[in-house]
């Protein structure tokens, strides 16, 4: 389908990225997946939900602490690819400015767990998992996703997920060894961080950045920095939510299956991520016509993962978990189903074409209105309902950004 609408070169190049990052994707989501029955089995419910909270909290630190240059640095990188002097100064631009926000997120967390007891219980906890934080930070795929060079770097990071995944089967033995989940996890994104930072200066140097630089992408990149929060209110702030109404054990269920849902909604990131760089030097007339061609693909697609989940619900958790507490909850699972559906459709809008075409402020909106609606009926629903408020609140969320996003769509080709 894509090399209908690209060139032969331009093919290749995007089937490549697409590929790269597909893989990337499976680094960050299906090798942990992999590890989840066997986390659930030998730590329990209770303590799988302890270290699913602490991991919600440091996507929550991540978020600030990219500040939206997952999209913002991409396209500039893209812009500049051909400009050594103006790459490296945008390159240390941006670094500089995540390691900065990664000493205040330190700080928020250092905060939270010395002032509230729901989280000065299990401090350890939440400052092994802060390393998660520190490797995205130092990771800067945004650049390489720039300049259109995924391949090493997919391996390296896949090598360094590869050693947390094969120190929690080898060393996680009993209830206890939970503590050690964090440490590992947070091992593989530090030394994938590393590793990508010290390949990307073959492209680049580091030079201290200016002022004027740093000062005018933290400016472009706020509204980024809200959406990208917003977007985060409505994914790991009903993990916190669910957990303050409930309590460990309950959002480990909840965490089993949400995680099987995210692996199918991150299907769809490496290909929007792959067609960003691209799509962002096209035409805005050219950038409608190729979302429109894509649309019938991931309707199609969405829908088919849906049935499968609602027709055979119950045998994929008795396969992957072999627990009868979490089979008893299928009826979540077959609600958040319908995710498959809607956050395929939703991102297409708001995670690829309206950062295309520089609508920032309109991709904001969207997220802002996402996040409240999520944040409002998560309050509500969860404690009249508990985990079948979580679910309904999710999904209808997804819902929500789909209609937004599609309207906004629509608007704008009138304009």
Do not use: H
């Amino acid at each position: 389908m894509i090399k209908k609408f690209l060139k032969d070169k331009e093919s290749k190049v995007l089937v490549d990225n697409y590929l790269s990052l597909l893989i990337l994707q499976g680094a960050n989501y299906l090798l942990p997946l992999l590890i989840l029955p066997f986390l659930v089995r030998v730590l329990g419910t209770d303590k799988f939900g302890l270290v699913m909270f602490a991991q919600a909290l440091s996507v929550f630190l991540t978020v600030f602490v990219d500040f939206g240059f997952n999209i913002s640095g991409t396209r500039e990188v893209s812009l500049a690819r051909n400009n050594n002097k103006k790459l490296s100064e945008i390159f240390s631009a941006i670094i500089f400015i995540k390691l900065c926000l990664t000493i205040v997120a330190l700080a928020i967390l250092f905060f939270v767990i010395n002032i509230f007891t729901r989280f000065s219980i299990d401090k350890s906890v939440y400052l092994f998992s802060f390393g998660i934080v520190i490797g995205q930070a130092i990771f800067p795929v945004w650049f390489f996703q720039g300049i259109e060079k995924m391949r090493f770097i997919t391996l390296v990071n896949i090598s360094a997920k590869l050693i947390f995944t094969l120190l929690v089967f080898i060393l996680i033995r009993q209830e206890s060894d939970y503590i050690y989940v964090p440490v590992y996890n947070s091992l593989g994104f530090i030394i994938a961080g590393f590793l990508g930072l010290i390949f990307s200066f073959k492209y680049v140097k580091f030079k201290a950045p200016s002022y004027t630089m740093v000062k005018r992408l933290v400016a472009e990149s706020s509204s980024l920095f809200v959406s990208n929060f917003a977007t985060t209110l409505y994914t790991s702030s009903n993990v916190f939510i669910l957990g303050i109404f409930t309590g460990n054990t309950i959002v480990g269920v909840y965490a089993s299956m949400e995680k099987l849902i995210l692996a199918v909604k991150n299907f769809y990131v490496p290909l929007y991520q792959a067609m960003y760089p691209w799509m962002a030097k096209q035409l805005d007339k050219d950038k409608v016509k190729n979302i429109k061609k894509i649309t019938p693909y991931i309707i199609v697609t969405g829908l088919l993962i849906t049935a499968i989940i609602l027709i055979f619900g119950k045998s994929i958790l008795n396969l992957v978990y072999d627990d009868t507490l979490i089979e008893s909850y299928v009826v979540i699972f077959k609600i958040l189903s319908f995710i498959a559906i809607f956050s395929g459709l939703n991102m297409l809008y708001n995670a690829l074409y309206f950062p295309a075409i520089k609508k920032y402020k309109i991709r904001m909106n969207i997220m802002i209105a996402g996040g409240a609606v999520n944040l409002l009926l998560s309050l509500i629903l969860v404690k009249l309902y508990g985990i079948y408020g979580t679910a309904i609140t999710v999904t209808f969320t997804e819902f929500v950004l789909l209609i937004l996003g599609f309207y906004f769509f629509k608007r704008e080709q009138k304009f």
